[in-house]
């Protein structure tokens, strides 16, 4: 079945550092990736969407100068948080969608926690 | 605008009990619902999904929902609940993108199941 693969699961950074998430698809080709973060005990916000070769759509909220995004091939986005501080610490998931199926595979998601 | 709204946030059941979560949506056209369960510190499983065939969705584990568009709701049962069911559950929208051609999925907010011996 289709796969998608995070990395790292877990990560713990510095305050002011940068942290890139990857999000991959193991054996299928994604036009599009989603985005999500959890917060302890709450459900998934979608951050963004991610389709590849343009730019990412964000949620409103979202900032994405502080939230980069880039999908630059069919089985890879990543997430890079910019410049961490404790408030990003959280959990990451990302989906990937089967190009031209409606079918959502999920990572098993990155802890990152921000000292 | 499309959401769905998980109406406990805590379900507390005995092993070999019925399971009942419940979920109620709201969607301007026909919309396509799922389940999703989560483990603890891990990503996401689909249950089972509706997207406008039967009525009666049935998923794995011995899950399922039924749509029931009267009601607006998208209740998710499993006839006798096992220890290794404990986890959280989200009843998920699809939402389309017309701009973009895709859908994305908004979460209710979810409910905890626990199962005790």
């Known amino acids: 079945g289709a796969v998608v693969s995070q990395h790292p699961s877990w990560v713990i950074c510095k305050s002011g550092t940068s942290v890139k998430i990857e999000c991959r698809s193991l054996d299928f080709q994604a036009t599009t990736m989603f985005w999500y973060r959890q917060f302890p005990k709450q459900s998934l916000m979608l951050m963004a969407t991610?389709?590849?070769?343009?730019?990412?759509?964000?949620e409103q909220g979202v900032e994405k100068d502080k939230f980069l995004i880039n999908h630059a091939s069919l089985t890879l986005s990543t997430l890079t948080v910019t410049s961490a501080h404790p408030e990003d610490s959280s959990f990451y998931i990302c989906?990937?969608?089967?190009?031209?199926?409606?079918?959502?595979?999920f990572g098993a998601g990155s802890r990152l926690t921000v000292l | 605008a499309q959401s769905v709204t998980q109406l406990d946030s805590h379900v507390s059941v005995s092993e070999g009990t019925p399971v009942l979560l419940r979920c109620n949506y709201s969607s301007s056209y026909s919309p396509s619902l799922f389940w999703y369960v989560q483990h603890p510190n891990k990503g996401l499983q689909l249950l089972l999904k509706y997207t406008s065939a039967a009525t009666l969705v049935k998923g794995i584990n011995g899950f399922e929902a039924e749509f029931k568009k009267s009601e607006t709701s998208f209740h998710l049962t499993k006839p006798s609940a096992h220890m290794s069911d404990a986890a959280e559950y989200f009843c998920?929208?699809?939402?389309?993108?017309?701009?973009?051609?895709?859908?994305?999925?908004?979460f209710g907010a979810g409910t905890r199941l626990a199962v005790h011996p």
């Open positions: 998920v929208v699809s939402v389309i993108m017309f701009s973009g051609g895709y859908n994305k999925l908004i």
């Open positions: 991610s389709n590849e070769g343009s730019k990412a759509t964000y």
């Open positions: 989906s990937a969608r089967l190009t031209g199926a409606n079918v959502l595979t």
